[in-house]
């Protein structure tokens, strides 16, 4: 039996606040932005070249969830992707280098949902 991890539903105070982040400045895809009824948005971006996408929005969940931290980017190379984020008004952390291969840089939304940008040099 497969299990995918396809959506991860990040908490937010502002939606178009959060939706500008991901699209204008990390580069994620606008999946979709739809008002279903009853108050409820739901905004859906998916990193580039994942196969698992983020929601947002409002009417779904609980309006004071804690951030979620600690979600991973893979990247092929976490220098380039450190600075593109960086050319987009993005603070990024300066690269970590955890040994084996292993690199890492760090940001966060602007609701404080973290991120790590992760090498894996094979």
Not at 28 to 54: K, W, Y
Request: hydrophobic letters at 40%; charged letters at 25%; aromatic letters at 6%.
């Amino acid at each position: 039996m497969d299990m995918r991890l396809e959506l991860v539903p990040l908490p937010t105070r502002d939606v178009d606040r959060s939706k500008r982040f991901y699209v204008d400045q990390v580069g994620f895809h606008l999946d979709h932005d739809v008002e279903p009824g009853n108050g409820m948005r739901i905004v859906q971006l998916t990193p580039p070249g994942s196969a698992c996408s983020v929601v947002v929005g409002v009417g779904m969940g609980t309006a004071d969830a804690p951030p979620v931290q600690g979600l991973h980017l893979v990247v092929d190379d976490v220098e380039a992707a450190r600075e593109l984020l960086r050319s987009n008004d993005v603070d990024v952390s300066e690269v970590s280098d955890m040994g084996g291969g292993v690199r890492y840089a760090y940001f966060s939304d602007p609701d404080g949902n973290s991120w790590a940008l992760q090498e894996i040099r094979r």
